[in-house]
């Protein structure tokens, strides 16, 4: 114990402060978000060994796998992988090597393969919106402040294939107007966490009442922002607010303007208009490759699901058939 207390006497007088730097950057890590759902997650855990009288730090595998089975009654099997995550971190954070819901332990793994065989895998995504629906939402989206916002933020989540925090996040000095269109510098997005930054370039488009740059301009110049987040709210009485929307409203606008237009809102939420992006260049012939410039995604293999929607009758082999 000597040499460790000596140790600890000797520290430099910066010391303190270099771990509680580094201490802000082990939590930077992981997004506001995530770090609430892995808290949010384990309470949970906690709550169901209390009920039952199990240790939940350290936990065996056999109390995960006794959790997970619980859970299986009414949660999804990508949420119980994620609880699974969670109870993984917070064993890690609490100092244990070894995690009890990890894949190794063979009472865990197997229990997962059940669940997953027994209630499937599939996520349930909302419903992308394709050129006709985005045409009809635009159509109907009256001329007030309000109105030319929703315009200008469903044509440009369309276009720009956005998440709808990175919606949100636009800021009017991450637009360059250019010749041929409009240039948005996004500086972070759900992917790109280290903020490497990556920029997408919005054509003007075909037709004037459905040119999301020509939109955001309308937009722009009767809102009067001449600097901050470019997509705000509007209350009842046409006053603009000096915030920018938070993520959480673009749904639901979104829906809000899809009623309008006599679209069901409830399967629609805000990231329809990135599905829809993908899943109507698809229908189109697009390449993957391009389509993936669009979007930012890494890899094609997140992108399948909505190609696949897209492509159900362009490559059917049924529609060889000559029947």
């Known amino acids: 114990m000597q040499p460790q207390t000596l140790s600890l006497a000797m520290r430099s007088p910066g010391l303190e402060d270099l771990i509680e730097k580094t201490r802000s950057y082990i939590h930077a ?7 609430r759902a892995y808290r949010t997650d384990f309470e949970d855990f906690t709550r169901f060994c209390q009920e039952h009288n199990l240790t939940h730090l350290p936990a065996t595998p056999t109390t995960v796998a006794l959790y997970i089975a619980d859970r299986a009654g009414f949660l999804r099997s990508a949420t119980i992988t994620r609880r699974l995550t969670s ?9 244990f090597e070894e995690s009890p819901s990890s894949s190794h332990h063979f009472v865990v793994s197997e229990t997962l393969k059940g669940i997953r065989r027994s209630i499937g895998t599939a996520q349930e995504g909302k419903a992308p919106l394709l050129t006709a629906d985005v045409r009809r939402i635009v159509a109907c989206c009256p001329e007030t402040l309000s109105g030319l916002r929703d315009r200008a933020l469903v044509l440009l989540g369309f276009a720009g294939a956005f998440r709808r925090s990175e919606l949100a996040a636009i800021d009017y000095a991450h637009l360059s107007f250019t010749q041929d269109g409009l240039v948005i510098d996004l500086c972070r997005s759900k992917t790109d966490q280290e903020a490497a930054g990556r920029k997408v370039g919005i054509p003007f488009g075909k037709e004037k009442e459905t040119c999301p740059v020509r939109a955001l301009r309308r937009w722009l110049a009767a809102s009067g922002i001449p600097s901050g987040a470019v997509f705000r709210g509007v209350n009842r009485h046409g006053k603009l607010s000096r915030r920018g929307l938070h993520k959480d409203c673009v749904g639901w606008i979104l829906k809000r303007a899809a009623s309008r237009a006599g679209l069901k809102p409830e399967p629609l939420g805000g990231h329809s208009l990135r599905a829809g992006c993908v899943t109507q260049a698809a229908m189109n012939g697009i390449s993957e490759r391009d389509i993936m410039r669009q979007t930012g995604h890494k890899s094609a293999e997140m ?3 909505y190609i696949r929607i897209g492509e159900i009758f362009t490559r059917n082999a049924a529609a060889g058939l000559g029947i």
């Open 29 to 35: 890590a992981k997004a506001p978000a995530t770090l």
């Open 303 to 305: 992108l399948a699901r």
């Open 87 to 95: 109870i993984t971190k917070a064993h890690q954070a609490a100092g």
